[in-house]
Structures are given as C-alpha cells and as structure tokens.
C-alpha cells in the first residue's frame, strides 16, 4: 500500500492475526502517525461484523481519552471492505520485549512505568472507560520511560447500558492476564484492568507470569483458585515492600484488590525509595559475564543463566565465616566465584574447594533429607553466589534439570577423587581370573580401609 486515505505508507510497523500498522506521513498536520488496518474479510461475515464493531468501538473510545500516557487516537474511517486508525506514533518498545527472564528492566524503571500506567487506567475509568485487555503487547514505552497503553478496541464503556451495549463481549481479553472476574463472566469495574497490570507488572519482575500451566483449562482453573507465589520467591534481590502490593493487586476478592489506580499508584510511590535506582543493567551484564566463564555453568544456555541471576543472591562473605554448618537443617547451596572454602567433618578437614565449585548441594539434592553433614568454612574473602533454593523450585524445567545434572557431575568427580585416596590405603586387589592376593600385604597391621556402603 502506497497510501491509506490521506496517509502516505512509509514502512510496515507490525503485522498481527487480524491487524496491520504501518507508519505513515500525515500531510495536513506535518507530523508521523501509526495506522491501524483492519481488512473485513469474506470467509466470515459474523466476524466481519465483529471486527467492525471492535475497530468502531476503539476508534469511538480512544479519542475521548486525553491522557499523556494513552495512545492518543486522530482519525478513524471505517470502509465496506477495510477500516483504519491513525494514531499517535511512538518510537520505543513494547513491554512484550521486557517479559524474559534475560530482557528483564531494572526494577525502578518497571515500577516507575506501572506507576505510570495507574494513573493512566485512573483516568480512563473516570470517563467511564474500562480497558479489559491489559498485557504487554498493549503497552508501548517511549522516550524517559513514558508508558503509552493503547489498543482500546476491547474496552466496556460503562456510561452506556450494558443490556444494549454491542462492545461487551464475554470472555475477551488474554487469559492469562484476565481476572478471576473476567474469566468468569462476572460484571466488570476498573478492578479488573488493575488485576491486569499487576499480572504485568510480575512478570516485567520475574520474567514469568504468575500462573502457569500446560493447558488453558488449568491455567483458568489456577487464575480463579490458586495464590500467585511472592515476587521475592522469584527474585530475590527485589525488596520485600513488593509482595503486600503484588499480593493486593492480584487479590480474587474484589473488596481487597485496589479500589482504584491512585491507590495503587501511591503503594508504589511509598516502596520506590527503597530501591538503590543504579545502573542494574550494566551490573546484570557483568554478572552474567562472570558466570559465563565459569567451568560450572559450560553447559548452561544463555536463558537459563539469566534465570539462575534472578533466583540468586551475590555474597561477599568474609574469611573464617560459616555457609553451612554440621546438623543445621537448610537447603542453601551455591557457587564459588572467587575465593576457597574448607569443608571438614567432626572438626576434621576433609578438602578445599575454590572456584566453580558448589557449596552445599548435598542437602539441596537429598529427596529427604536437608540436615548438613559437614562444615563449610571461607578461608579468605569469598565471593559466593548464592542460589535461592525456593525460587529455584517456582523455575522453569529446563533449569532445574540443567543445575541438577551439573551438580550431580560434580559430586561425581568429587566421589572418584575419594575413592582413589581410599585405595592408595587400601590392601592390593585380588588378581583376575586367579582369586589369589599378596599374603604380606593382606597381614599387614592397619593395611586398607574398612569401609562399608550405607543406604541412604
């Protein structure tokens, strides 16, 4: 297309199921515009005369809307066979960029931009607009972190009747980013766009959403019957002040979820101070850096690094500190970046370790069992990182196998380097095919090691 209306076509911008944008020249206003086409296809005239409807609806509802951090709407035409939208342009990204674990913002930035977009919600539903399909994909961010919600099409107009309003459509919206309400049909206030983003607004955190599951009828079940796991079980180095706000946002029970986005908005002014605002991005690289060249972490992916970064914590730890101690009960475990630790046994030393080494896997890896059965002690400044052994749990499958048979590798090494000092000191072995052994040494006072394998 050379031109839309009196839109002349610069580029595609995007393409999705029943949309496509493209940038174009605005000749009368001297300014670049987005323009969403819809073509009103021949196959199906019931979803023709849907698509109509949404795109009239979106077109109706997002030029009431004036509000820096909403898509601002200029132009809406609809046609027999097509219809198109000419809106504000941003240059920027979508959050949709920013929802894996390895394209994760530093979390003043997502906070500052939920923050944001409360407001923004607040706005829209005091002119008695609901959105109803909150999810990143809808939310592009321009220049200074400027969040700009759009796509409208979906949106419930509350001032109208909804016994006669055509634009309520039951079960829109993503499921995955739905409210317990809205998958259930019920009637809707702004609530549900607040449930909505407090789903984006976790996964922009933790690089998941908060419900998963193989299937949409248990990811549905979930939504409406499980708690979300707390922010801090994922991410460890997010600050506690998150998960009371993240638990009130995804709230089932309508009365305890935020009442509106103002209130929302101010719990996050209240814990934004907490947050050290630095360059974590460029801490993030370093990190993930340093743990590249790590023997341990070889075999890893590159997504399943990222992810180990946001399930663990980074220590510096002193010398003669210990990380585990005989009899504790705990799951702590992790990697020695750079430094050596001592493990010992009833006050006996029994070896060191040093970098790329783990730390306490044995508990970690147990089926039964977390009591420690050595002391792990730093010898000198130990950078250990940590992993976080609950957080790990809520990972993804990929992971867990990946660290796992990592951690088994090592333990395996560890037992065959035992196993050869044990048969320096052992009696000589039995000669194959004869059964006979040197007399001398099998007398020998104190010659070999009585050792016995126990069931665990």
């Known amino acids: ?25 605005d000749p009368e206003a001297g300014r670049q515009v987005a323009v969403k086409v819809i073509s009103f296809g021949q196959d199906s005239a019931a979803m023709s005369r849907r698509m109509r409807k949404l795109f009239q609806n979106e077109g109706m509802v997002s030029r009431r809307m004036n509000h820096p951090n909403i898509v601002q709407v200029y132009d809406a035409v609809v046609e027999d066979d097509y219809a198109y939208l000419a809106m504000e342009y941003i240059d920027g990204f979508s959050l949709e960029e920013h929802c894996r674990i390895d394209k994760l913002l530093p979390m003043h930035r997502v906070i500052g931009i939920i923050f944001k977009c ?15 399909d909150i999810k990143p994909a809808n939310i592009m961010v321009a220049a200074n972190d400027e969040p700009k919600i759009a796509d409208f099409g979906l949106a419930l107009n509350m001032n109208k009747d909804m016994d006669r309003d055509s634009t309520f459509i039951m079960g829109v919206g993503s499921p995955a980013y739905m409210s317990p309400e809205q998958i259930k049909g019920y009637p809707l206030n702004q609530k549900t766009d607040l449930y909505s983003l407090g789903v984006v607004m976790f996964q922009l955190l933790t690089g998941r959403l908060p419900f998963r599951a193989a299937n949409q009828a248990t990811l549905i079940y979930r939504i409406i019957n499980t ?18 706000i993240m638990r009130r946002a995804l709230e089932k029970d309508l009365y305890s979820r935020y009442k509106n986005g103002a209130e ?12 050290l605002e630095e360059d974590e991005t460029a801490q993030d690289s370093r990190h993930f850096e340093m743990l590249r060249k790590l023997d341990f972490f ?21 010398p003669n500190v210990a990380i585990v101690r005989e009899s504790e009960r705990n799951k702590v475990f992790g990697i020695i970046l750079s430094g050596s630790v001592e493990i010992s046994i009833e006050g006996r030393a029994l070896c060191r370790l040093g970098v790329s080494e783990p730390v306490g896997e044995v508990a970690f890896l147990h089926p039964a069992s977390d009591q420690r059965s050595a002391t792990a002690i730093t010898l000198e400044t130990t950078l250990f990182l940590e992993i976080n052994a609950a957080a790990l749990a809520l990972s993804s499958e990929e992971l867990l196998s990946r660290l796992r048979n990592a951690l088994l590798a090592r333990m395996i090494k560890r037992l065959r380097e035992v196993n050869k000092i044990a048969a320096a000191q052992g009696q000589p072995a039995v000669e194959a095919g004869t059964g006979s052994v040197n007399t001398f040494s099998r007398s020998r006072p104190g010659g070999g090691l009585d050792l016995e394998l126990a069931p665990m």
């Not at 297309?1 to 944008?21: F, S």
């Not at 708690?227 to 506690?240: C, G, I, M, Q, S």
């Open 1 to 25: 297309m050379e031109t839309i209306g009196k839109y002349r076509v610069v580029r595609e911008l995007g393409k999705g199921a029943t949309a496509t944008v493209y940038l174009c020249d």
């Open 227 to 244: 708690d979300a796991p707390a922010v801090t079980a994922l991410n460890p180095n997010l600050p506690e002040g998150l998960n009371p």
């Open 264 to 275: 929302f908005a101010k719990d996050l002014s209240s814990v934004r101070y907490q947050i």
């Open 118 to 132: 409360c407001m923004a919600l607040d706005s829209a539903y005091r002119q008695g607009i609901i959105h109803r």
């Open 298 to 318: 070889t075999e890893f992916e590159n997504i399943e690094l990222w992810e180990v970064l946001r399930v663990s914590v980074w220590r510096e730890i002193a």
